[in-house]
Structure formats: C-alpha cells, structure tokens
C-alpha cells in the first residue's frame, strides 16, 4: 500500500491544542489518523492527498463511553466502533447505536475504525452517522477559538464532506438522554453481510398513550449524505400509533428525499425499501 501513497510528512501532537495547531497551520491541507480505516484507503485511492498527517492517537483522554440513558451519553474521539459495541452502556441505555455497530461485519475494522471517525468521513453508508442521527447527536469541535457544539443533522454537507474547517478537530460525540417510552430500530437491507447498503434507517420514538410524541428517522445510502426524513417525522408527530389506521402506512412512505444516487441499487428501488424499513 505504502508504494502507492503520496509523500507526506507525518506529526503526532501530544495534546489536543497542539493538534489543532498544526491542522490550522497547514490550512486544509492536513488529514487526521484516528483509526485510519478511512483515511487509508481515502489515501491509496488518491481521493485525499494529504501534505501532513496528523495522528491522534497518543493524545490521552479522547478514548472513553461515559453516561447513561439519564444523563445521555459521550463517546471520545479515539473510541473504537467495538468498544463502543462492547460498552455494557451501550448495550443497555442505547442499543440503537449497538445495533448499527453489530451489523457491520468485519470485526477487525471495528476494532481499528473509531466512532468519530466513521462520522468524519462523511459518508451516506456509515451505520453509526445513521444511528446518531436518529438520537440527535451532535459534535463538539476543538480549534484555536472556543470548543462548539454542532447538530449531527447539519454536520454532513456534501458526499465525503463534513462541516470541519481547517484547524478544527472533533473531540466527541454526545447523545440527548432518552425520554420515558422511548423505543428505537435500526434496520439495514445488503446483498450481503459484508456489503455496502442499499438502504438503511434508523428510527427513534417517544410515545405516552399510544400517541407517537416525538419521532426522528435517519436514512443512510439514499442521498449524497445521511439524511433526517424530517417530513415525514412532521406528519407521523402526534398521531396515534396504530397499524388498522391508514394513517402509519401512507405518512411512512413520505421519506424518500432528493439526491437519490444510482449505486448498488436503482433510486427507485431504494426509495420504495426505505419506506417498507420505516415502517417495518
């Protein structure tokens, strides 16, 4: 792989704020390893062409799965996408996030890839971005000015690109605590287990009395990036939730949105499974 690379120089920043230092001072055109999974193959295809690479790795305090279903939950820069699997908190107060983690199948990716940087790949196939989406994540975002915060819905700009500008690094994704009579699905149709999807949905809902009182679908591989289907969410807000009525069906088929892309599947076809996902 080595031979096919670009020369590039590579720096490992001890702390945050050096880090960030160094991504300004190379104005765009720095790449950071967290996991490397992405950038990697990004690299080899000559998609990115870093000047520098900026590893995070010996950058202490980034790698940890901290709160509870109360309180919400936080999930460092360096935490990798199987132990965020393996985390018991996860598991029990969010298995939304375990169960598009699960379903990807390499284990080896999963023990290298990392959450954050499965975000910041911007890619519409990325299970977890679906899943924290659908839980109205957000990012904090370190730079040389104060540390912000950025809803996951408005993060993904464009295919393979994120909101970041140069000098700015994700340092952790957070998730809201969960109401009462919260429940959720994650649902993810692919030739194979291995394979990219062709549709996939993730969906939470918050119901008091069989009355659908919040509600947020997250739709990955149907659009440049993952999507929130918000109209749809408008329409299914309270209603009641009831499979004899008419209304569950036809306000789950409002979800296809534009930019539907011809990859691996028909923009049809994609478009009519997403709605049998939403709904199933």
Same mark, same amino acid.
């Given at each position: 792989?080595s031979?096919?690379?670009k020369?590039?120089?590579?720096?490992?920043?001890?702390?945050?704020?050096?880090?960030?230092?160094?991504?300004?001072?190379?104005?765009?055109?720095?790449?950071?390893?967290?996991g490397?999974?992405?950038?990697?193959?990004?690299m080899?295809?000559?998609?990115?062409?870093?000047e520098?690479?900026?590893?995070?790795?010996?950058?202490?305090?980034l790698?940890y799965?901290e709160g509870?279903?109360a309180?919400?939950?936080?999930?460092?820069?360096?935490?990798?996408?199987?132990?965020a699997e393996?985390?018991p908190t996860?598991?029990r107060d969010y298995p939304?996030l375990?169960?598009?983690?699960?379903?990807?199948?390499?284990?080896q990716v999963?023990?290298m890839?990392?959450?954050?940087?499965?975000?910041?790949?911007? &890619?519409?196939?990325?299970?977890a971005?679906?899943?924290l989406?659908?839980l109205?994540?957000?990012?904090?975002?370190a730079?040389?000015?104060p540390?912000?915060?950025?809803?996951?819905?408005?993060?993904?700009?464009?295919?393979n690109?994120?909101?970041?500008?140069p000098?700015?690094?994700?340092?952790?994704v &957070?998730?809201?605590?969960?109401?009462?009579?919260?429940?959720?699905s994650?649902?993810?149709?692919?030739?194979?287990?291995?394979?990219?999807?062709?549709?996939?949905?993730?969906?939470?809902?918050?119901?008091?009395d069989?009355?659908?009182e919040?509600v947020k679908?997250?739709l990955?591989a149907?659009?440049?990036?993952p999507?929130?289907a918000?109209?749809?969410?408008?329409?299914?807000?309270?209603?009641?939730?009831?499979?004899?009525?008419?209304?569950?069906p036809?306000?789950c088929?409002?979800?296809?949105?534009k930019g539907?892309r011809?990859?691996?599947?028909?923009a049809?076809?994609?478009?009519?499974m997403?709605?049998?996902?939403?709904?199933r």
């Amino acid at each position: 792989m080595s031979s096919r690379l670009k020369p590039f120089e590579y720096l490992e920043p001890k702390t945050v704020e050096e880090a960030v230092r160094i991504l300004a001072s190379y104005d765009g055109k720095a790449a950071v390893l967290a996991g490397g999974t992405g950038l990697l193959l990004a690299m080899e295809s000559g998609f990115k062409k870093p000047e520098v690479v900026v590893n995070i790795q010996n950058i202490p305090g980034l790698d940890y799965v901290e709160g509870d279903r109360a309180s919400g939950l936080r999930i460092g820069a360096l935490t990798a996408l199987r132990a965020a699997e393996l985390s018991p908190t996860v598991l029990r107060d969010y298995p939304l996030l375990y169960e598009a983690i699960h379903s990807l199948a390499s284990v080896q990716v999963k023990s290298m890839g990392t959450v954050v940087g499965s975000l910041c790949l911007g &890619s519409p196939l990325s299970n977890a971005a679906v899943a924290l989406l659908a839980l109205g994540a957000e990012v904090k975002i370190a730079s040389l000015t104060p540390l912000r915060s950025v809803p996951l819905d408005t993060f993904f700009v464009g295919e393979n690109q994120v909101i970041l500008g140069p000098g700015e690094l994700v340092t952790e994704v &957070s998730v809201p605590s969960l109401p009462a009579g919260t429940g959720s699905s994650f649902l993810r149709l692919a030739r194979t287990a291995t394979d990219g999807a062709k549709v996939m949905v993730a969906v939470t809902l918050t119901a008091k009395d069989g009355t659908c009182e919040d509600v947020k679908i997250a739709l990955g591989a149907v659009a440049p990036t993952p999507i929130r289907a918000k109209n749809a969410e408008k329409l299914l807000k309270g209603q009641k939730l009831d499979e004899k009525r008419a209304g569950i069906p036809r306000r789950c088929f409002q979800v296809s949105g534009k930019g539907l892309r011809e990859i691996r599947s028909t923009a049809e076809y994609r478009k009519e499974m997403a709605k049998v996902l939403v709904k199933r």
